[in-house]
């Protein structure tokens, strides 16, 4: 089966598609990859976007436009990657949408919101779509998140030791993929999320990140600051647990830096950036890892990966890319999987790792142009992801 993995992060500044060629070997799912590609927001989408978001406030009509405007560029990338990379025979697209707001409280998640609406995607493609995907494991009793983290265990599995996998988005997560206990996840902190606003902020909105960490190559940590940001509440927390903008936002950060004014905005990167350097280094270290498989954009940081690299200490980091998932484009691989599991009758989630009641199959179907044909269901479920030519 050939399916179409669409994702947009916590950063909000891209659209990634990935397609992928799928199939259930006995018990091994065979990711095949096909390719991938990346088309950033239009600029007046993204700045909706970022004025809707919390902590702003926003109304239904926004809302709704956001809806059908985020559901149309998904849905216009979907037919150029079906056209250019499915040779015009995919069947079937995975979209995860754009997550606008987790309701989390008190480490429990009553709800997610994820605009872009997939009749616009079935509409201009013709094939089905399997949306909505972190729902059904939130009304279980889950957080809804890290969904992939069923992907980096099955990936994973075999490896030597205790490897986790990193995503280094807007938030930070990772997955404790094997050893003599059970897996788990969980959401770090903030990956690139306070950098993102903080250069966004001190360069008047000229610029949206932190290019090659240049402006954290020119600053210096500020302990003092980076202490007041390490004593948030959250990092105590126990897994499962996950967070988002609406705690890691400028106005969160705004407020940390009372008292700090006279800081150059190196500094304050320069900080930021070791703030999720250490965050990460820590929840490493508290599931005794023997390796981090890394991916999402912060790799593009080096400034950040060196500090990482500094704070693993002696425990080796890899990019996926070295285990056959490109980096840029693993979550879109990992939601064409989901999809895949969901039209197969699979449940897409480990419950250790989402901290649900019981595992579920994910999302909502929206047929495709000649109605919805689903294939026969799997008798087993996979134990194991092999990615062809890896």
Not at 27 to 33: D, E, N
Not at 56 to 85: H, N, P, Y
Not at 250 to 270: F, K, S, T
Not at 285 to 295: D, K, L, Y
Request: aromatic share 4%; net charge negative.
């Amino acid at each position: 089966m050939r399916v179409i993995g669409l994702m947009s992060g916590t950063s909000y500044d891209a659209v990634d598609a990935a397609a992928a060629e799928l199939s259930l070997d006995a018990g091994t799912l065979v990711l095949t990859p096909l390719g991938m590609v990346s088309a950033p927001y239009p600029g007046e989408l993204r700045a909706a976007l970022a004025a809707a978001l919390p902590p702003a406030t926003t109304s239904m009509k926004e809302v709704c436009r956001l809806d059908t405007r985020i559901g149309q560029v998904f849905a216009s990338l979907a037919v150029w990657v079906d056209a250019e990379l499915c040779d015009g025979r995919a069947d079937l697209i995975a979209s995860h949408g754009q997550t606008v707001y987790h309701w989390s409280e008190d480490g429990t998640v009553y709800g997610t919101l994820q605009l872009g609406e997939p009749a616009w995607i079935a509409e201009a493609t013709g094939r089905p779509v399997v949306s909505d995907l972190r729902a059904r494991d939130v009304a279980a009793g889950g957080q809804g998140a890290p969904l992939v983290s069923i992907v980096d265990v099955l990936w994973l599995r075999g490896r030597p030791g205790v490897p986790v996998a990193l995503n280094l988005g807007g938030i930070a997560n990772i997955t404790v993929a094997a050893g003599t206990g059970p897996p788990a996840a969980f959401d770090t902190g903030p990956g690139n999320a306070l950098i993102d606003a903080a250069v966004h902020h001190v360069t008047g909105g000229r610029l949206g990140y932190d290019e090659d960490g240049a402006l954290a190559a020119r600053g210096r940590v500020d302990e003092a600051l980076l202490r007041r940001l390490l004593d948030d509440p959250y990092y105590a927390q126990p897994p499962p647990k996950t967070t988002g903008k609406e705690l890691f936002h400028l106005p969160y950060l705004r407020a940390a830096l009372a008292g700090h004014d006279a800081l150059p905005a190196e500094d304050v990167v320069a900080t930021l950036t070791l703030l999720t350097a250490r965050t990460v280094a820590d929840a490493v270290r508290s599931v005794r890892a023997s390796e981090v498989v890394a991916s999402g954009g912060g790799t593009r940081n080096p400034v950040l990966m060196a500090m990482l690299r500094t704070e693993l200490g002696g425990i080796p980091l890899r990019g996926s890319d070295e285990l056959g998932l490109p980096s840029a484009a693993k979550e879109a691989y990992a939601f064409a999987v989901l999809g895949f599991l969901t039209v197969h009758g699979l449940a897409g989630t480990v419950t250790a790792c989402t901290g649900a009641r019981h595992p579920s199959v994910l999302g909502s179907l929206t047929p495709g142009r000649h109605g919805l044909r689903l294939p026969e269901p799997a008798a087993t479920a996979p134990v194991r992801l092999r990615v062809y030519g890896s």
